[in-house]
C-alpha cells in the first residue's frame, strides 16, 4: 500500500499569501496517478489538480502542481478568500488508492 | 445536468447492514468506472471501493473487505454499495466519485455527489 503524507498539517495564512502544500509517497507514484482536493466544509470534495501538475477544469490558475518520484507539491500563488479548505493528494496508481490525510487552509 | 446523488444513509446500530445508492445523470454511465469514498467525522477522506465499467474489477479498502459489497446496474445508471456487519468506526458521509480519463492518459475522480450520512450507534 502506497501511503501519503501530507505537511503541514495546518498552514495559517493572509488572504494575498502564498500557500505551499506538501505530499509524500512512501514509494514512487508515476505523476500521472497524483491528484489534488479541495474540501469545505458541508462540501463534496473537488478536483483541483491530476496529472500532478493539470488544472481541472474551472481551476483558476493561481492553483499549480509539481513534483514527482516520492515528492508532490500544490501551491496557490496568492490565497482568495474561496481557497481557504482542507486539500488531499491522493494516488490512483495502485489499489488501495489511499488520500494524505489533508493540509488545512485557514485563515490568519 | 451531470450529476452523481448518493441514497440510502441513515441510522444503524452495530452489526446492522445498510445499502446506499448513487443515481448518475447527464452522462453515459457504462462508460466510467466508479469509486465510493467515505470521510468520517473530524478525520480526512477514505477510499473504500471500486468498480470498472462492466464490473470486471472491484478492489475494496482493507478496512471494509468481507463486509462491504459494491456493484452496479448500467442500464439504471446507478453505483450500490452494500453495508455488512457495521461498525461504530463506519460512521462517515459517504460519496460516489467518478473517475475521469485525461487526454494524457492519466485519471482523477473529476465528479462527485454531495454524499449520504451513515451513523452507527446504537
Known amino acids: 500500500e502506497i501511503v501519503l503524507t501530507q505537511f503541514p498539517g495546518t498552514l495559517s495564512l493572509s488572504p494575498g499569501e502564498r500557500a505551499t502544500l506538501s505530499c509524500r509517497a512512501s514509494?514512487?507514484?508515476?505523476?500521472?496517478?497524483l491528484a489534488w482536493y479541495q474540501q469545505k466544509p458541508g462540501q463534496a470534495p473537488r478536483l483541483v489538480i491530476y496529472?500532478?501538475?493539470s488544472r481541472a477544469t474551472g481551476i483558476p490558475d493561481r492553483f499549480s502542481g509539481s513534483g514527482s518520484g516520492t515528492d508532490f507539491t500544490l501551491t496557490i500563488s496568492r490565497l482568495e478568500p474561496e481557497d481557504f479548505a482542507v486539500y488531499y493528494c491522493?494516488?490512483?496508481?495502485?489499489?488501495?488508492?489511499?488520500f494524505g490525510p489533508g493540509t488545512k487552509v485557514d485563515i490568519k | 445536468e451531470v450529476q452523481l446523488v448518493e441514497s440510502g444513509g441513515g441510522l444503524v446500530q452495530p452489526g446492522g447492514s445498510l445499502r446506499l445508492s448513487c443515481a448518475a445523470s447527464?452522462?453515459?454511465?457504462?462508460?466510467?468506472?466508479m469509486n465510493w469514498v467515505r470521510r468520517a467525522p473530524g478525520k480526512g477522506l477514505e477510499w473504500v471501493s471500486y468498480i470498472s465499467s462492466y464490473s470486471t474489477t472491484i478492489y475494496y479498502a482493507d478496512s471494509v473487505k468481507g463486509r462491504f459489497s459494491i456493484s452496479r446496474d448500467n442500464a439504471d445508471n446507478s453505483l450500490y454499495l452494500q453495508m455488512n456487519s457495521l461498525r461504530a468506526e463506519d460512521t462517515a458521509v459517504y460519496y460516489c466519485a467518478r473517475l475521469d480519463y485525461y487526454r494524457s492518459g492519466t485519471y482523477a475522480m473529476g465528479l462527485w455527489g454531495q454524499g449520504t450520512l451513515v451513523t452507527v450507534s446504537s
Open positions: 496529472d500532478a501538475s
Open positions: 447527464g452522462f453515459t454511465f457504462s462508460n466510467y468506472e
Open positions: 491522493q494516488q490512483c496508481e495502485s489499489s488501495p488508492f489511499t
Open positions: 514509494q514512487s507514484v508515476t505523476s500521472s496517478y
